[in-house]
């Protein structure tokens, strides 16, 4: 009597399965055994570190895996002697600026023996962005209230000021002394009332006339309107952007403020030297620097870097760039990079920099395309 084959064994099929599993995750998984060699390291793993494809780690020590990552390192060094694992924590890598959130669990075997111990991690580094902007929306609403009743009682005494000088002015023609002090106080009069104005600028609601729009326009409209406000001196300025760009969804007005004040900084850091490199391509994947909504799937983005080769930013001065009224020029308002953050966030995009001191600053400004739309035009 001729009997059917079989099907594989019961504990073969759930492990094949469990591997498959765990290989397609969303989340990051890495397990290691208690001598400290890597067990399973799924793919989510392997991109977020940078790493081969996992089959070919499975055996090495944990910390020659991990050697470019000493932050994991150190996490994994004492999970077996940990009372309390750590449950949904985070963590920002210092190799990549990656933020993760993590847990970390022991593997026993059927007599309750540690044998091993797997982390679980997830990239939050859209996630984590996404929340400082909402925390920085809440400082900006507060204190833009403020700045708001603020710039409106200063406007007006400074028009009186700058009145009553002109006409102090025109009865000193004969003193050329009360001349140059009645000068003087005119154009600090002009210079508080353009900072009052920037502050009501900053706190208003942002209004977008949203069109596609081409990024090239934007930067050459931004780059004629800088050589007319702020001096460039011997600094060389090279502009790449391919011609088949798409658009993004966009105010040209807006972006072409965005784009001008980044270069005035430039300007500004070089101080007549050096040079500016200001570029433009598409990114359609996550590892590309594409916009993620939702944190799921990555959409096309164009993105924009200025950088240049100047003295570049202090730590301690990177952290606050962004942040309203904070600024390192004797005479600025500390409104420029604000403003240019809200403009950005209001057309759902993203801003960051990353600077060497010494060596130079790149800000990178991250749109997305416009929906259904072909063609480069605004």
């Known amino acids: 009597m001729h009997m059917p084959k079989r099907a594989a064994k019961p504990s073969r099929l759930t492990d094949v399965f469990f591997r498959h599993m765990v290989g397609n995750m969303r989340n990051g998984v890495l397990a290691i055994a208690r001598d400290g ?59 990549t600026s990656t933020v993760i959130g993590y847990t970390l669990s022991l593997v026993r075997d059927e007599a309750g023996t540690t044998v091993g111990a797997a982390l679980f991690f997830k990239d939050l580094t859209d996630v984590e962005q996404i929340e400082e902007r909402e925390r920085l929306r809440d400082r900006l609403a507060a204190v833009g209230e403020m700045a708001a009743v603020m710039a409106h009682e200063i406007k007006n005494p400074l028009a009186g000021i700058e009145v009553m000088a002109a006409l102090l002015r025109r009865k000193t023609r004969d003193n050329p002394d009360a001349q140059t002090l009645v000068t003087e106080i005119i154009n600090e009069s002009k210079l508080a009332n353009a900072i009052v104005q920037e502050v009501l600028a900053f706190v208003r609601p942002i209004r977008l006339q ?17 050589d007319g406000e702020a001096a460039r001196g011997a600094t060389a300025v090279s502009l790449h952007v391919p011609t088949d760009l798409p658009p993004v969804g966009g105010d040209y ?96 995009g993203r801003i960051d920099m990353t600077t060497t001191d010494g060596r130079g600053t790149c800000f990178r400004v991250t749109l997305p395309v416009a929906p259904h739309q072909h063609g480069t035009h605004h």
């Open 253 to 348: 007005h807006q972006l072409t403020q965005v784009f001008a004040n980044l270069l005035i900084n430039a300007y500004q850091a070089l101080a007549g030297r050096g040079h500016v490199h200001v570029t433009a391509r598409l990114a359609t994947t996550a590892e590309a620097g594409a916009l993620v909504p939702g944190g799921q799937t990555a959409a096309p983005t164009v993105v924009v870097e200025v950088a240049d080769n100047g003295p570049g930013v202090p730590a301690d001065v990177a952290d606050k760039i962004f942040n309203p009224f904070f600024t390192t020029k004797p005479k600025g308002s500390g409104l420029g990079l604000a403003i240019v953050r809200k403009i950005v966030d209001a057309h759902e």
């Open 210 to 226: 949203l069109f596609p729009t081409s990024v090239a326009d934007a930067l050459n409209s931004a780059l004629t309107l800088v």
């Open 37 to 95: 060699a890597v067990v399973l390291v799924n793919d989510e793993a392997c991109r977020l570190f940078d790493l081969p494809p996992g089959a070919n780690l499975v055996g090495m020590p944990y910390g020659e895996v991990l050697h470019g990552h000493p932050d994991i390192v150190r996490v994994l060094g004492g999970v077996f002697d940990m009372v309390t694992l750590p449950n949904r924590a985070e963590l920002r890598l210092r190799s």
